[in-house]
T-cell receptor
């Protein structure tokens, strides 16, 4: 079985640009999560979907961050407009509904200049 | 909301020794406590978990202990090997809050040959 896939693996953006990160969860998983990982803040939840419905979004990220789940096997995270402080690794994870083990993708390393 | 604190930011042990990583949490409603491992340059992967209906769980060289009264849980690694070197993250989740995980800040474990 394929794990969680994320594209691109690396992204470089100029300040003010719009970027879209993509995630494909493990087939059959109902829950999908977007996290941001930085050395200073650690792992922060950006969004949580269950069966394509948005269950929770990280309050601090509502402003310029928008995650969508277009179908059960594909999700996007849009950052608009990007700022240098958005430089981080963005992780996507998925799990079965009701189970708790989350499977993480390889991440997208975003650098905003 | 839940706050998980991971007390050791770094830990260095000699190969063959034991390592212990400690975490505390704040929300008495938390009932699920997983641990994740992140090797250098890689994403997170699940290693072991414990639920609040037990106070100890073992899997090969890994043991998790849970003290609900003290709101503390710990990961014990015996007979450490160089491949155990990684950053370990503890997390907590409330059953009522779906699968949202609140992560600690991570402990970098170095196993020296």
């Amino acid at each position: 079985d394929a794990g969680v896939t994320q594209t691109p693996r690396h992204e470089v953006a100029e300040k003010g640009q719009t970027i879209i990160l993509k995630c494909e969860p493990v087939s059959g998983h109902n829950d999908l999560f977007w996290y941001r990982q930085t050395k200073i803040q650690g792992l922060e939840l950006l969004s949580y979907f269950r069966s394509k419905s948005l269950m929770e979004d990280g309050g601090a990220f509502k402003d310029r961050f928008k995650a969508e789940m277009l179908n059960s096997s594909f999700s996007t995270l849009k950052i608009q407009p990007t700022e240098p402080k958005d430089s981080a690794v963005y992780l996507c994870a998925s799990s079965f509904q009701g189970a708790y083990e989350q499977y993480f993708g390889p991440g997208t390393r975003l650098t905003v200049l | 909301g839940e706050k998980v604190e991971q007390h050791e930011s770094t830990l260095s042990v000699r190969e063959g020794d034991s390592a212990v990583i400690n975490c505390t949490y704040t929300d008495t409603a938390s009932s699920y406590f997983p641990w994740y491992k992140q090797e250098a340059g890689k994403s997170l992967h699940f290693v072991i978990d414990i639920r609040s209906n037990v106070d100890r769980k073992q899997s090969q060289r890994l043991t998790v202990l849970l003290d609900k009264k003290a709101k503390r849980f710990s990961l014990h690694i015996t007979a450490t090997q160089p491949e155990d070197s990684a950053i370990y993250f503890c997390a907590a989740s409330k059953q009522s809050n779906y699968n949202v995980l609140y992560f600690g800040s991570g402990t970098k474990l170095t196993v020296e040959p």
